[in-house]
């Protein structure tokens, strides 16, 4: 069941301020995109950890909407942070190995300079007179402390939702100060629906009376009923569904105990009413106007064309997260990055966590045992001195071999492969095949796979890998944008074969194929003899009617499908596996394997 | 492109009154479900065509919370009704056949008895004092309507949304006075989510200082930044993400002009504006408070046992119909429904239409061309005097056949089922098999079907059909419900065959398995002779790269499998169903097709 982080943090932002801020005022003004500047600019953030004598070991993360700089706790007794599950001694950000640095928002309210602070033009609160303030901003404000703090490059940038487009911001505004990027839960701009909610929120603190024309700061109220509004929204859209019915469902018509002036006819409507309130007494009105409309003004394209151009500049690699449940940042925004990345030739990995929470996802512990340790791999491969890989278990034996363990196919692919090539493999797995490659120094290797386990390993492998499912193609890919692309074995898995050949030789001047050979005369003879479904495809152990090959083909069917679909077949290999040999006549009832160099008839070289 | 509905039938409500309104005001008071009694009510409604002299062609419509009694236009220059594309002369709801009633809500606004009518007692609005307003006072009301009208049964109840929440309880408080009920995107009580999304809509009327605790009436200005508000997030609820990027992705920073006092940065924010104050100028905040509450209070159980329990009382035939993309009552909440009602043995067909157009699909033209068809379908086989069915194209010749289009296998399949049985046919298309045994008058049938076009089909075949995907279990069916389960040639299309086969077993007493022999002697030799994949599974013009059918089996494989799982061989019949024959020896050779009768060892009779 999902927890609710906010719970714990907001008793205590109430109760106390942080204990280990620190602040800076930056020397000189700040110039907004908006064209407005600020004189004086303090930023409050917090540090973990020791920055090294190269000042190399540093990273910097960004929080989200009502988050502050107490990523973490500093000591055992210390206020818990908000993101303590990813940053501590031996958490995936780990503090002992890493300088890490979490800065308050420009446009905030717990330390940095938001509307709440004085003008100093004035004398009083900016209130409506603070700037409209941009995503960009809030990344110049943090460059300028880390240029204060005399950090040049970091290890990496790491944020989820607003940390997510603070993050962007930085590999695209930046390219220079960072190896890395960690995005979860975020999007390259938001969905109508998402800037919909955030439009009502405003709408209420704006028109609530106590509001005064944003200048409620020395008047008796301010606008508590609207920014309550604004939050007990937003709450909504942070949970699931799912994660909702958990918490409200079996008492739903049992208000919590909580003494609010919010209707309480309904569990969920206390529980809202309760944060409404906790969030007004820590939060700034204006300060959830600014970094909400800076959120919604944040925009790197709606087409895939417009965001490469945006992502063009980028330089670091990417690690890209998101979770199955967000409908807030949902996870084909983040595939709309992914997908423009790829196109640029970047090195990006991702992964859709399988997730009930909702867009807290990133913040809670309930799926962090998947995507922590993936932040964890892909961060140490990043260095200063990067962790030796430890040694990756391959999949089970026997899971991808015909008739024993050794893969022949393997070892045949690799040769077939020229050298310096770009390669996409098709069902990467752990990245046994792109592993073998990358000793051979190979210009690009980019893996696909499905599942979130194999995905993990393949990160540990220090390996690029897409989460996808090949059946719904490939169009994160450019026209060949790979020398070969590979599918090795997974054929048999595949539903939609002619797409996804289609699509292996749009995406490649060359397609690798390997599959078991359906008319092997083993195979032959149990359906011919035995008169039962031939067995010999995966697993061993599987069966007709539990196995995950749903596709079973010949040689020879093979090759007229390719004649039938005008696929040029540029080389045949026929292996006998369990002989440990390549076939030369009769391969159609003597090689239990085949591995097709193919291409396309036009376009093949 | 999903069209607004709200957009023209506000702009008409606003400038004028409803013209073809009746009211008429109910004999005695009317004693709520919550204690209170209203002394006068006065209901508004409107009625299309007319009623026979049995006075039994009536169907009443039951709108949703902003919804009236102008359901439909009554002559072409009429104003538009809000559910024309359902009612009117040669529409689904037919007004030359039918009866058609439809009356404003009790608490509402648009003529009948709600918050903004004069309290007899004070002479004065209710205003606050208007009683809690259940569902089941709203029906009730319609009942007394109905007695004063002289209209005994009703062919139907047809309602969406709130409508569908009227409709359930009319089956389930007077199940002697309807013979069918139509339930479009309903649910038997709101998520948490959508309870949550009210009572933010709820508190921004009431904390709004307009709001004067209720009695505003008599104000300058009422709660119309609440009210506002609170339709603005409706709003959002109301469409799905992928309409709202329809609608507002492509001119996103471009506000519409329209005058409002709100933000108007982003173009979703104008049209929320908008709609929320064209509401305020129509609808009252205190009918809006009372009916979201009624709402937000109708619970028929949060467990499949309290569902059948609330069903219990119900006798009607059933349409349940919800819409893929809707958030705010979700299809899995109509399967609630529809799997209670199952369990009760209700007479139930049901369909989850695939839609982009969220929550507002079943008000809108985009998916009408389906689901529409379908409620026709289903009035039609109500009666007063059903419609003859028209003749129903069968499936494609050879899309269920082996070798040739006679159904052989339905033949003996219809001889094995024993006179007066209760059969479910999974995966029974547009009804082929369940259409003869109808004719044998069994006890009950029903069909399981994925696809929505051949639903309809079984629809005009006035069978019973649940929309469902086998692959995810029987859970709406409880064990042993039927004395025949028949999976007849959908076998080779079944991922979890060990899966479904069991569900088949607990829900049936016996099974009915029939599918192609993978081991019938023409495909041996295809594979042994030719060495290619064996080809006469499912359309003979499948390849196996684009059949539907994942699993290949021989005669001997079922039986090895049948043996694993412990399940019992009643009968095993094989067929050539080439020369027409059944087979008597080396049937794994010879058989084209078998078809097993099956149970579970120890349960089966």
Redesign the interface.
């Known amino acids: 069941m999902a927890k609710d982080h906010f719970e714990s943090s907001d008793a205590i932002r109430t109760a106390q301020p942080l204990r280990f801020v620190q602040s800076v005022t930056l020397a000189g003004p700040i110039r907004l995109e908006s064209g407005g500047i600020l004189p004086d600019v303090t930023v409050a953030y917090e540090t973990y950890g020791k920055l090294n004598s190269t000042a190399d070991n540093a990273i910097l993360i960004c929080h989200a909407i009502s988050g502050d700089s107490h990523v973490a706790r500093h000591h055992a007794e210390d206020d818990p942070g908000w993101w303590d599950i990813l940053v501590g001694p031996g958490r995936p950000v780990d503090t002992n190995r890493f300088f890490v640095l979490c800065p308050n928002l420009l446009g905030g309210c717990r330390g940095t300079t938001g509307p709440s602070s004085i003008n100093p033009a004035t004398g009083k609160p900016y209130g409506p007179d603070f700037p409209t303030t941009t995503i960009g901003d809030m990344v110049e404000v943090e460059r300028r402390l880390l240029d204060h703090l005399g950090i040049g490059r970091l290890v990496a940038v790491v944020g989820g939702s607003v940390g997510g487009h603070q993050t962007l911001t930085w590999a695209t505004r930046h390219p220079g100060r960072l190896r890395g990027a960690v995005v979860l839960a975020s999007s390259p701009r938001l969905?109508?629906?998402a800037?919909?909610?955030d439009?009502?929120g405003?709408?209420?603190i704006?028109?609530d009376?106590h509001y005064h024309g944003g200048q409620y700061y020395n008047q008796p109220h301010g606008p508590g009923?609207g920014l309550a509004?604004a939050r007990?929204?937003g709450h909504?859209t942070y949970?699931s569904?799912e994660a909702?019915?958990q918490?409200?469902?079996a008492d739903?018509l049992h208000p919590r105990e909580v003494a609010i002036?919010?209707?309480k006819?309904?569990?969920?409507?206390s529980y809202?009413?309760h944060q409404g309130m906790k969030f007004v007494e820590r939060f700034d009105a204006n300060s959830y106007i600014t970094l909400s409309?800076a959120m919604?003004l944040f925009?790197l394209g709606?087409t895939p064309e417009q965001l490469a151009a945006s992502f063009s500049p980028a330089q670091c690699r990417w690690l890209v997260l998101s979770f199955s449940s967000d409908?807030l940042f949902?996870p084909r925004q983040s595939r709309d990055i992914v997908n423009a990345l790829i196109r640029n030739h970047a090195s990006v990995s991702y992964c859709d966590i399988e997730s009930d929470c909702g867009h807290d996802a990133f913040l809670l512990p309930d799926d962090f045992d998947r995507y922590g340790e993936m932040v964890r791999a892909f961060i140490n491969n990043l260095g200063p001195a990067p962790v030796a890989p430890g040694v990756e278990k391959d999949e089970l034996p026997g899971t991808t071999s015909i008739f024993h363990e050794r893969r022949l196919d393997y070892d045949r692919i690799v040769e077939l492969i020229p050298p310096a090539a770009s390669v996409l493999d098709l069902g990467c797995g752990t990245g046994r095949l792109l592993a073998r490659l990358k000793l051979q120094n190979h210009r690009r290797l980019v893996g696909v796979e499905l599942d979130e386990h194999k995905i993990l390993g393949a990160l540990r492998r220090d390996l690029d890998v897409i989460h996808a499912d090949l059946n719904e193609g490939l169009r994160a890919f450019a026209d060949k944008q790979f020398d070969c692309v590979v599918l090795s074995q997974t054929l048999p898995a595949v539903?939609d074969?002619?797409g996804v050949i289609a699509e292996m030789l749009r995406v490649g001047q060359t397609g690798i194929v390997s599959f078991p050979n359906?008319?092997f005369h083993k195979?032959?003879?149990m359906?011919?003899e035995?008169?039962?479904?031939?067995r010999a495809y995966g697993w061993l152990k599987d069966?007709?009617?539990?196995t995950a090959d749903?596709?079973?083909?010949?040689?020879?069917?093979f090759e007229?499908?390719c004649a039938e679909k005008n696929i040029r077949i540029r080389r045949r290999i026929a292996l006998n596996t369990e002989a440990g040999v390549e076939v030369a006549t009769d391969a159609?009832?003597e090689a239990d394997l085949a591995i097709f160099v193919i291409s396309n008839e036009a376009t093949g070289r």
């Open positions: 969905t109508s629906q800037l919909a909610f439009v009502v405003r709408n209420a704006r028109r009376p009923v509004l007990m929204i909504i949970l569904p909702m019915n918490k409200f469902e739903r002036e919010f209707e006819t309904f569990s969920v409507g809202l009413g409309l919604d925009d709606g409908w949902q539903k074969v002619a359906l008319a195979l032959r003879r359906l011919a035995e008169g039962r479904a031939p069966k007709w009617y539990d749903i596709r079973f083909l010949s040689i020879a069917d007229t499908f159609n009832r």
